[in-house]
């Protein structure tokens, strides 16, 4: 399973690389702008979505996928009022968690939203073929992690396309 991260915080990044782990093949986008070029030339079967970016918000971020295909959202932010938490439900996003937060929950939180997209139960996934990609950690490259448990990635197809706001 491919997930996109749109995180600027390296430490918070690092510790979602460690969380995902072995699980999921996680690329991280520090930037709006990144977090779009990849969507736009890379499947995903997850985005896990800041709302403080350094060139944007990721609040219109997902307004801006709310139209169109996409992999379901999951909100990761330190903001954790009503008003922001119900605008996060409002531009799109299929769950909202906010930091400080339990791995644990977290990875549970993403196993539910990726068997209520059908990703899990269909075996379609965007990670289809990730293990014979390198291991990358920079921003926007991405984190192989089949190496430590070959197989985990054997399988799967395109990534279940949906559409919310209709």
Request: net charge positive; with cysteine.
């Amino acid at each position: 399973m491919r997930v996109l991260a749109l995180e600027n915080d390296r430490v918070l990044s690092e510790a979602l690389q460690r969380i995902l782990a072995p699980r999921y093949f996680l690329t991280v986008a520090e930037s709006c702008a990144k977090a779009q070029a990849l969507l736009q030339n890379q499947p995903f079967d997850l985005i896990l979505l800041d709302v403080q970016l350094p060139d944007g918000s990721g609040f219109d971020l997902c307004w801006a996928l709310k139209n169109r295909p996409h992999p379901p959202i999951l909100m990761l932010t330190v903001f954790d009022d009503e008003a922001s938490t119900l605008n996060g439900f409002a531009c799109g996003a299929d769950d909202y968690v906010t930091k400080p937060f339990s791995g644990r929950i977290l990875l549970a939180r993403i196993e539910a939203l990726l068997r209520r997209s059908g990703a899990v139960a269909r075996g379609q996934t965007a990670a289809a073929g990730a293990a014979s990609r390198p291991d990358r950690l920079a921003e926007g490259r991405q984190v192989c992690l089949a190496r430590f448990l070959p197989g985990i990635f054997a399988g799967g197809g395109g990534y279940p396309h949906r559409t919310t706001g209709q």
